[in-house]
């Protein structure tokens, strides 16, 4: 089945933000299961038909069937009914733009600014980022450009925290934007775009950014835009090469020349 970050992004946006959780929200992960957890939110999403109840599942049962006598308690406000949504729409965006020819994505739950534009900084590699974060080497209003640490350019597309947790302990969490073709953990705050598509490692746009190129986010209207011609961006193009991957053999080496890993050659031999 084909399943795309178009998909996705409808998907999130008929989904509203019912769950009060760190790090965009006011509870941990403990609150939530004593307010009823995962049955309890499945409740709420099955009465108001996001979710198929017919489908089996791993107990021999169906969903509903799993998920009966359990009711939303009144008297807790982790998990939200749906007539009192934290947000009409999922805490998560797809953002589509010269930068992001295939896609990218945003989250923005407990994001007081969902818009953002500023001059590039540019980064081959999150260590590199991290080292001048660590530094302080940026400056407020700056969009941080994290690129080649996607699945092809890590290669292996490794979760990136170090960056962000470093913004937020100097307090700057909220004063630069973070952009990469990589992956981020589900625990990052603050403005970042991750799994830019094409990545750089691939020839995507985000391979062409330079110090000092504008960048817009705009999570509301979905854009990801890199404010430079198209001109000048087949011109940089021309002098564009692919970087050079230290892994000669195995699984990084397949994931570095082709995105993907598969098992299907190892279980054949």
């Known amino acids: 089945m084909r399943f795309t970050l178009a998909d996705m992004a409808e998907v999130f946006k008929k989904t509203p933000w019912l769950v009060d959780l ?15 957890g995962v049955p309890a939110l499945l409740r709420v999403l099955l009465d108001a038909g996001l979710l198929h109840g017919d489908v089996m599942t791993v107990t021999g049962k169906t969903l509903r069937e799993n998920i009966e006598g359990v009711a939303l308690r009144a008297d807790q406000d982790v998990i939200r009914p749906m007539t009192n949504a934290l947000s009409p729409n999922g805490g998560v965006v797809g953002l589509w733009g010269s930068l992001a020819p295939e896609g990218a994505i945003v989250k923005i739950a407990g994001m007081e600014t969902i818009a953002f534009r500023g001059p590039a900084r540019v980064f081959d590699g999150e260590d590199a980022c991290f080292a001048a974060v660590s530094k302080g080497e940026y400056k407020e209003g700056e969009v941080l450009v994290i690129r080649y640490e996607g699945p092809r350019g890590g290669p292996g597309m490794r979760e990136m925290l170090s960056t962000t947790a470093a ?19 589900g625990a990052t705050r603050g403005f970042c775009v991750g799994h830019v598509g094409p990545e750089a490692q691939a020839g995507g746009p985000i391979a062409l950014v330079r110090d000092g190129d504008v960048i817009a986010i705009d999570a509301a209207t979905g854009r990801i835009d890199l404010e430079v011609s198209d001109g000048e961006l087949a011109e940089r193009k021309k002098a564009w090469a692919p970087h050079k991957t230290s892994y000669g053999s195995g699984a990084l080496w397949k ?3 082709s995105g993907r890993f598969s098992w299907r050659s190892r279980l054949s031999n």
């Open 22 to 36: 760190q790090p965009g929200g006011k509870y941990v992960a403990k609150h939530f299961g004593e307010a009823g």
């Open 167 to 185: 913004l937020y302990g100097q307090g700057m969490g909220d004063k630069v934007a973070l952009i990469t073709d990589g992956r981020f953990s």
């Open 255 to 257: 994931q570095a020349h």
